[in-house]
C-alpha cells in the first residue's frame, strides 16, 4: 500500500502514513459490470431469460415464469423473447487455461 500524498511505501493495515502522517483510506470495492448478454451456462432455449436474470441478480425460474405468464396471458412476451434472441449478444466462452 502506497500513501496518496507523499508516495512512500506503507506496511499493511496502515491507518496514517508514518512520513507525512496523511490518513490512508482503502480503495473502495469496484464490482466487474455485468454485461447484458445472453447466458449460455443456464439456457433452456436462447438463454434470454438467464441472461436477463443474471443482469438484474434474480432467479431464472422466477424470469422464466413471468415471462410465461406474459406470453399466455398478452402475448407480447413471446415478441419481446424474439427481438432479445436477436439483439442480445452471446456470453463470450470462458479462456481455457494453457
Known amino acids: 500500500m502506497f500513501c496518496v ?51 438484474f441478480d434474480l432467479d431464472p425460474s422466477l424470469v422464466r415464469a413471468v415471462w410465461l405468464l406474459c406470453v399466455l396471458l398478452g402475448g407480447t412476451g413471446l415478441l419481446a423473447y424474439i427481438i432479445l434472441w436477436i439483439v442480445m449478444p452471446l456470453d463470450p466462452l470462458p479462456e481455457l487455461p494453457a
Open 5 to 55: 500524498q507523499c508516495g512512500k511505501d506503507l506496511g499493511e493495515g496502515a491507518a496514517f502514513c508514518q512520513y507525512c502522517g496523511a490518513p490512508v483510506a482503502p480503495l473502495p470495492y469496484v464490482a466487474p459490470k455485468k454485461r447484458f448478454a445472453r447466458f449460455r451456462a443456464e439456457k433452456k432455449i436462447a438463454g434470454v431469460c438467464s441472461g436477463v436474470a443474471r443482469h
